[in-house]
C-alpha cells in the first residue's frame, strides 16, 4: 500500500519499483514468484520516500544513485519483512497470507537471504561511507530484533528500553536511508547530520503510531488483526504507560500480558483495558513529540520545495490510519 501522497518524487518511485522488481527475477521461478509475492505485500514505500527526499533536500540534481541506493534499502527492508512473519508467528501482512505461510518456512527464509542478496549487490556498488552507513543500519535491526524477543512478556520493562529497541529496529534503517540519500545528494556535514536526526526521530514515531493501531485500528484497514502485540507478547508504549499506574486494571493486564499462551478473549480483554487507561492518548503525545523533534532537526538550509515534503511526511506518519 505505496504512500497515497504527492511528494513531487512520483517519477522517481516509479524507477524504484521497476528496479525492484528487475532485482525480483531470478532463473529459478519459485524464488522470484515468492520475492515478487513479499514486495507486493511490503507496505508503504517509506524509506525510499525519505532516502529521495533527503537526496533532493540536500541539493542532489540527478537522481540515479539515489534511486539504486533507495530501491536497495527497500530490498533489504522486505528481506527482514520475511524473516519477521518467521519469529513473530505472523499470519498476514497488509491483507495477504504471509510468505512462510503461503509457500513454507524453509523456501521463504531462502527468499528473504535472496532479497537481502540482491540489496547488497545494488548497495555494495557505493562508496565505503555509504556501504558502511548501510551495513551499520542491518546490524542494529538485527539486534533489535534480539532484544524484542528477550523481552517478551517481560512486563517490568521500561519507556527507556522500548525506545532503544524501536532505535535499533525501525528508526536506524530510517536514519540510514536519509543519511545515504544527503551524502548522494552532496549534502554538506551539517545537512547530512540533519536529514540523518530527522530520520531517526521519524522512524520512532513510525513505530509508535504502528503500536498504536494495533490497539486502536481495523483488520481491514490495516490488513492483519489487531492486537497483533498482545499475542506475540511484544510489550509495547502503550501497555508499558498502562501499567506504570499500579490499579486493578494494571493488575488485570499485567496478568494477561504475562501468559505465554492467550486465548482471543485473553486478547479482547487487554485492547479494552489499554483503551480504558489513557496510555494511547499518552503514546499519541510522545509520537506527536518525535515528529515535532523531526521537524527541528530541518532547521538547516535545504532545498525548500524537498524541505516541504519532509515536513508533510512528519505530519503523515502522526497522523496515518495505516
Sequence with gaps: ??????????????????????????????????????????????????????????????????IEIASAIELIHNATLVHDDINDGGTLRRGMESAYKKFGVGTSLVAGDYLFARGFEIGGRFSDKVVGVTARACVNLAEGEIRQMRNLRNVDLRAEEYIDTVTMKTAMPMSSGAKVGAILGGGTDAQVK??????????????????????????AVLGKPVGTDIREGNLTLIPIFALSNGSEEADALRAILRKEEKTESDVAEALRLLKESGAVEQAREAAGEYSRTAKKHLSVPLVEEFEEGLVKLADFVLERSY
Design 1 to 66: 500500500m505505496p504512500l497515497a501522497l504527492d511528494f513531487g518524487i512520483s517519477k522517481e518511485l516509479e524507477r524504484v519499483e521497476e528496479r525492484i522488481a528487475e532485482c525480483l527475477k531470478s532463473n529459478e521461478d519459485l524464488l522470484t514468484e515468492i520475492a515478487s509475492y513479499v514486495v507486493r505485500s511490503g507496505g508503504k514505500r517509506i524509506r525510499p520516500v525519505i532516502t529521495l527526499l533527503a537526496f533532493y533536500a540536500a541539493g542532489g540534481e540527478e537522481p540515479s544513485e539515489a
Design 194 to 219: 540533519a536529514l540523518a536526526d530527522y530520520g531517526l526521530n521519524l522512524g520512532i514515531c513510525f513505530q509508535i503510531v504502528d503500536d498504536i493501531l494495533d490497539v486502536i485500528g481495523t483488520e
